[in-house]
């Protein structure tokens, strides 16, 4: 059903922005010296007998689309290259004026001049192949996003200081504080109707307790949630690090990625004299300080897309179709919560013509040829052989998503519930959950439960007795485990990616070296995305980084820009014809 039109703090700039590219199109206008049509000279003639008019006014619709919806016979439109994606960063300074220690004092002036040293890029995206096939299609724009960071530095509270060193004194428990405490009590803090994100730097002294970190407490025991950290996003526009808590490797243990423990920014990192920082040291924390906030900006707060620009639905089908090769499957059911995913789509902004709708299929691959075949053709072998306190050789087998998408579509026509050719503004999204209980499947390409690509999605998961570790990934001395009866969390990332074009939140692009940055600083708590974590939360990365092309969209409302275009060529005309007739 329709939802109704949320704040944003882009949507609120678009009368800035149109004002701001009107002044630069302007410019070019006047500088091309261009006459007005001999057409057009009655509205001249007009001008001078009603000089306090709006000429506007008196043209037909007929004739404004003819004549006045053009520039150079070139819609506005693509004269429009770049907007600017403005972004306010708070970052707030939590025990760090000399409330716990009177030497630990990180002034504004020094802090500010290195957040200044970061420098905007453009909106990139990550799927290039994907980006060039969007880019052709007349209906989707062709602006480049960019953004465009300002930092303001504040000082916390005392009262916050005091509540954060209660609760963590009295909530600690065997060296574990869970991440909820903490959120609610910044959550306080923060004011979710100002216009910026936040990134609060806490210091809570640095003997003041024994070594803790942070976890998410709530869910159940043994699984990726439980790889503790410093760090933690929330659901709202808000992020910390608390530079006394510990921390752990974690990432994959093979390639790029990984985040060493001492990666973070510390206190216990640098040298004390005694309870205040070396001034070399200060600098240098300074300095890591703000590669941090740097790497949050980009990964975090303004993340690149996947691809872009995303073309935009009106009416948007997601289907379910589970496919299993259990004889007893109605009677013994299966883990999956599609319930859940509806929930946190639901807090995904959108349109205001914009509607999801949810369906879901039931199929049987002993009773289908077709998914027999897809599912057989696409199984894979892997050997991996890992030396950590032994070597050992595993072995397992695997789904290849790039031949389940190609035999999917080979046997598209045959398939249970093929939906044909959608109409313009219409869009379909079909997950293919395959539940297998009757072979030891790892995961799908190796390392995911599911896979996204722009119409569909791939997932995979089995029964209990063949989960096993992932060993390609590591979260302190020990091997990710993956609940493989459970794609829930990964399929919920995969949507936000074939829908909303969002990139996984361990991706960025590297414009120096023209490929894509892989680290997985925050890929762990609340979200859904990567092996690290367990959520089936929506921290504000997935929320807010899907307002991107909705609000470039909104902004290029296809109405409301046409009436700008209509009259911004006339206010040219205006302008050109007052010129040339006055002394």
């Known amino acids: 059903k329709n939802r109704p039109m949320r704040k944003t703090t882009f949507g609120k700039k678009a ?17 091309k010296k261009r006459s007005p049509p001999a057409s057009k000279d009655r509205i001249g003639s007009f001008i001078f007998q009603n000089p306090d008019e709006d000429v506007f006014s008196i043209l037909p619709d007929e004739e404004l689309l003819r004549e006045w919806s053009f520039e150079d016979q070139i819609p506005l439109k693509s004269s429009l290259e770049t907007i600017d994606v403005p972004i306010l960063i708070d970052i707030k300074l939590v025990g760090l004026s000399g409330e716990i220690e009177p030497q630990l004092n990180i002034y504004q002036k020094e802090l500010l001049p290195l957040l200044k040293a970061i420098e905007g890029e453009r909106i990139f995206a990550l799927n290039r192949a994907l ?19 300002s930092f303001r530095i504040k000082t916390a509270k ?151 620009p995303i073309p935009i639905f009106d009416k948007l089908v997601i289907e379910l179709q589970v496919i299993h090769d259990d004889s007893g499957f109605e009677k013994n059911g299966y883990v999956f919560d599609f319930e859940k995913i509806k929930e946190e789509l639901s807090g995904i902004p959108l349109l205001n013509q914009q509607e999801i709708s949810f369906k879901t299929i039931y199929v049987a691959l002993s009773q289908n040829q077709y998914y027999s075949a897809i599912f057989t053709n696409s199984l894979r072998t892997n050997t991996l052989s890992l030396a950590k306190e032994q070597t050992h050789i595993s072995t397992a087998l695997y789904l290849d998503s790039n031949l389940v998408h190609f035999w999917l579509d080979h046997y598209k026509h045959m398939l249970s519930g093929h939906r044909s050719e959608t109409s313009t503004g219409e869009k379909s ?109 929506l921290n504000f990365h997935a929320r807010y980084s899907a307002q991107y092309e909705l609000d470039v969209h909104e902004l290029l409302e296809e109405g409301e820009y046409l009436r700008y275009v209509q009259r911004w060529n006339m206010l040219m005309f205006l302008w050109i014809y007052r010129s040339s007739t006055s002394p």
């Open 429 to 537: 999204v079909t997950i293919y959950l395959f539940h297998i209980t009757k072979m030891p499947l790892l995961l799908i390409d190796r390392a995911h439960q599911s896979v996204s690509f722009p119409e569909i999605v791939v997932a995979l998961q089995t029964q209990r007795e063949y989960t096993q570790s992932h060993p390609e990934f590591q979260c302190g001395e020990r091997f990710v485990t993956i609940d493989q009866t459970d794609a829930t969390r990964s399929v919920l990332a995969s949507l936000l990616q074939s829908v909303w074009g969002l990139s996984p939140i361990y991706q960025t692009w590297n414009p120096v070296r023209g490929e894509v940055n892989v680290d997985y600083t925050w890929a762990i708590g609340k979200t859904p995305f990567g092996s690290l974590s367990d959520s089936v939360k």
């Open 158 to 308: 005392s009262s916050l200081v005091d509540d954060l060193y209660t609760t963590i004194s009295s909530e600690k428990k065997g060296g574990t504080v869970g991440y909820q405490i903490v959120e609610n009590l910044l959550q306080e803090d923060f004011n979710s109707d100002q216009l910026s994100f936040t990134i609060y730097l806490i210091y809570l002294g640095n003997l003041t307790f024994s070594s803790y970190h942070y976890e998410d407490l709530l869910t159940k025991p043994g699984l990726n949630s439980r790889c503790g950290s410093k760090i933690h996003a929330a659901s709202d526009r808000f992020a910390w690090i608390d530079l006394s808590a510990a921390s752990f490797n974690y990432g994959p243990i093979i390639g790029e990625g990984s985040v060493p423990a001492d990666s973070l920014p510390s206190i216990h990192n640098y040298d004390l004299e005694g309870n205040s920082l070396k001034l070399l040291d200060k600098k240098d924390l300074l300095v890591d300080i703000a590669a941090f906030i740097r790497k949050t900006s980009d990964f975090l707060i303004a993340p690149d897309l996947d691809r872009s």
């Open 15 to 31: 009368i800035f922005l149109l004002f701001f590219f009107a002044t630069l199109a302007a410019s070019a206008s006047l500088n």
């Open 131 to 149: 980006s060039e096939k969007n880019l052709s299609r007349p209906e989707n724009h062709k602006l480049v996003l960019k953004k465009k960071f």
